[in-house]
């Protein structure tokens, strides 16, 4: 079993600044990707942003420029720097990681979600 939790979110002004972790342990051979996602309230869950275990990364259009993935594959943990902060950056994130177990088996894993609040 794998656990995945998420931390670092909060409440921050238009403008600030906020940095998540995405911190997975458990049976854990190696990490093909490691992704965030975020969902507001009424509206469906979206891709913000993704790395992979060579270091590629990819970014929503919205977040291209002000938000930074990064991860440590030593510690299993991914980052979400997220500068210029817009109120609509406001919702629940969701960080998704895509585990290989080993001997041809793998899975993605959830984390619970961190909240961030940003105010105008």
């Known amino acids: 079993q794998v656990q995945v939790v998420e931390s670092g979110g909060g409440l921050v002004q238009a403008g600030g600044s906020l940095r998540l972790s995405c911190a997975a342990s458990?049976?854990?051979?190696?990490?093909?990707?490691m992704d965030w996602y975020r969902q507001a309230p009424g509206k469906q869950r979206e891709l913000v942003a993704g790395?992979?275990?060579?270091?590629?990364?990819n970014y929503a259009d919205s977040v291209k420029g002000r938000f930074t993935i990064s991860r440590d594959n030593v510690k299993n943990t991914a980052y979400l720097q997220m500068n210029s902060l817009k109120p609509e950056d406001t919702a629940v994130y969701y960080c998704?990681?895509?585990?290989?177990?080993?001997?041809?088996?793998?899975?993605?894993?959830w984390g619970q979600g961190t909240q961030v609040t940003v105010s105008s």
């Open positions: 458990g049976s854990i051979f190696s990490i093909n990707a």
């Open positions: 998704n990681v895509d585990v290989d177990h080993g001997l041809g088996y793998g899975s993605d894993y």
């Open positions: 790395i992979t275990i060579g270091g590629s990364t």
